[in-house]
């Protein structure tokens, strides 16, 4: 089955910039998007496509991607984001998604 | 606004037969690609299944011949039924509407609540 490698865990020093990487070879072809979990939360979506994000989410969320790797940064990590961050793409059927192991977030 | 709220799930015993419905609010089911998520306790998210507003359904090979994704266009509802299941079912499912922006962009903009399966005897 296809898979989406996350670094399992990051931190980040408060107010800092912290990137989080997703890499697969489907990135190739179809953009990550992202989503933030806080523990018993259903996720939140966060980005999408070639650095869009979804109504309500903060500019200090933006994505990127070059190659097979995504990329999620925070720039200047409020507490509040601290949380488990999972990307998802396409696999190379086209028809079938996978998510990313998950990025657990510390902001210290 | 947009809102999905889901029921069904609770405890099944090895072997059984589960259906989760996912409700609408805001937006027409059948013009949307729909998507079903899991997560095992502790785990992280797995991607199961999507029904595209064609009708065309794809699985993950994890659920592929247990699960059926399906909908009710008259109760713009979405359902999930999975059979034959495992205590490795345990998981909160979560169905979700995910949005095609074009570009080979696409993303999960508005998710149920999520729903607890537990499998066991």
């Known amino acids: 089955s296809y898979e989406l490698t996350q670094d399992p865990a990051v931190s980040v020093a408060l107010g800092q910039t912290v990137r989080i990487t997703c890499q697969g070879d489907?990135?190739?072809?179809?953009?990550a998007s992202w989503y933030q979990q806080r523990p018993g939360q259903a996720p939140v979506f966060v980005t999408y496509?070639?650095?869009k994000r979804p109504s309500g989410i903060p500019d200090r969320f933006s994505g990127s991607s070059s190659g097979d790797t995504a990329s999620l940064t925070i720039t200047g990590a409020q507490a509040d984001d601290e949380a488990v961050y999972y990307c998802n793409s396409r696999d190379t059927s086209g028809n079938r998604w996978t998510f990313g192991g998950g990025t657990k977030v510390t902001v210290l | 606004e947009f809102r999905l709220v889901q029921s069904g799930g609770g405890l099944v015993q090895p072997g059984g037969s589960l259906t989760l419905s996912c409700a609408a609010s805001?937006?027409?089911?059948?013009?949307?690609?729909m998507t079903w998520v899991r997560q095992a306790p502790g785990k992280g998210l797995e991607w199961v299944a999507v029904i595209y507003s064609g009708g065309a359904t794809y699985y993950a090979d994890s659920v592929k011949g247990r699960l059926t994704i399906s909908r009710h266009n008259s109760k713009n509802t979405l359902y999930l039924q999975l059979s034959n299941v495992t205590p490795e079912d345990t998981a909160m499912f979560f169905c979700?509407?995910?949005?095609?922006?074009?570009?080979?962009?696409?993303?999960?903009?508005?998710w149920g609540q999520g729903t607890m399966v537990t499998v066991s005897s």
């Open positions: 805001g937006f027409t089911v059948s013009a949307n690609y």
């Open positions: 979700a509407r995910t949005w095609y922006y074009g570009d080979n962009a696409d993303g999960s903009d508005v």
């Open positions: 496509g070639k650095n």
């Open positions: 489907s990135l190739r072809r179809y953009y």
